[in-house]
């Protein structure tokens, strides 16, 4: 039978052709396979999902799923990055081009593909009415730490009239937002109508109603938002947070295992931070912790890795594996059952 070429099989590692995830998976269970069993799926080797067998090039051995993972995982966080600083320079050349002159009418932009928010007031009024006006689904990402009681309060009259519709609701959280109580009180008063997830790192504050309209902070103290209805823009965005979503634990399920004794699932992202060298108050703000905790992360991980310096500490975890990026999905590799994989 002719192989196949290539361009025959537009996926990538996370979603494989059903020739292809015949081939892997029993490269997997078995260790290796023949040369001749890959000719017709050549994308296995051109995502180096697998490689030839040094000690018989007639046969081919499998890249562990741990590896393919962490590779997904480090390509969904360039994609996320890249996303931000596309969203970032939009709002500044929003912002440019509204201070141009007085030409810009107050109001004007109503109803527009891209429309900015000044101040805490406006903001709240445009996201009722999207409320109002949304029937089916909302995702919100909520970065930061543990949710603060009175910002819970403040959504909750949304998010009580949005049940009474029917919608549903699906939210992602860093993982520090577990030891939060009142967020598991807010997840236990609305019931099957909202799902959460956690990950150790997530965007910038995003809500999307209907797939349609989305709200994202256009500075720092979340006095300006920029309402979105720009359908790619929004498609975009949706697409981001459902690759977050698979990616994330619910927030019912524990927390794995790091497999390293005397390291938390915690301190493994911290290690995996420090090795791509960003100073403590970064690391503190992307996994939602003070940086005191932070600070004390990281002497633990000095301790447990028998450090006697900052620099002597990187050489440790570049030693025991901790560089690479951290995260936990859940989705199904090709070939598995579905479980959590680190």
């Known amino acids: 039978m002719a192989g196949l070429r290539a361009d025959d099989h537009p ?6 052709c059903e020739a292809g995830d015949r081939v892997y998976s029993r490269a997997v269970r078995r260790g290796r396979v023949p040369r001749a069993d890959a000719e017709p799926v050549p994308c296995l080797l051109e995502l180096a999902l697998l490689h030839p067998d040094p000690d018989d090039m007639d046969w081919l051995v499998p890249t562990a799923p741990q590896e393919v993972m962490t590779r997904l995982l480090r390509g969904v966080y360039d994609e996320v990055s890249a996303s931000q600083q596309r969203v970032g320079a939009a709002v500044a050349a929003v912002e440019r081009y509204a201070g141009l002159g007085p030409s810009v009418v107050p109001g004007a932009g109503e109803g527009t593909a891209i429309r900015v928010l000044d101040g805490l007031s406006r903001i709240q009024a445009a996201m009722d009415e999207a409320t109002e006006a949304c029937t089916t689904e909302v995702l919100t990402v909520q970065p930061g730490g543990i949710r603060p009681e009175h910002e819970l309060t403040e959504g909750l009259h949304r998010a009580l009239a949005l049940r009474g519709r029917g919608v549903r609701m699906r939210d992602l959280y860093t993982h520090v937002a577990r030891h939060g109580q009142g967020l598991l009180n807010y997840l ?10 956690t990950l150790d790192e997530v965007i910038d ?3 999307l109603f209907d797939r349609t309209v989305a709200f994202i902070p256009a500075n720092a103290d979340r006095t300006l938002a920029l309402e979105l209805r720009h359908p790619a823009l929004v498609e975009y965005l949706v697409t981001v947070f459902e690759r977050l979503w698979r990616l994330a634990i619910p ?9 390293i004794e005397g390291i938390s699932h915690r301190e493994q992202s911290i290690a995996a931070l420090l090795a791509e060298g960003h100073q403590d108050a970064v690391i503190a703000e992307r996994l939602g912790i003070s940086v005191r905790t932070c600070r004390a992360h990281i002497a633990r991980l000095s301790e447990t890795l028998g450090a006697a310096s900052r620099t002597q500490l990187g050489v440790r975890i570049a030693q025991v ?8 999905s859940s989705i199904t590799l090709p070939g598995q059952e579905s479980r959590t994989v680190r």
């Open 321 to 328: 594996g901790l560089d690479g990026p951290t995260g936990v």
């Open 188 to 197: 236990e008063l609305m019931g099957g109508s909202v799902q959460a997830r």
């Open 251 to 259: 927030l019912t399920a524990p927390l794995p295992d790091t497999g």
């Open 205 to 207: 504050r995003l809500i």
């Open 11 to 16: 996926h990538g590692a996370d979603r494989l």
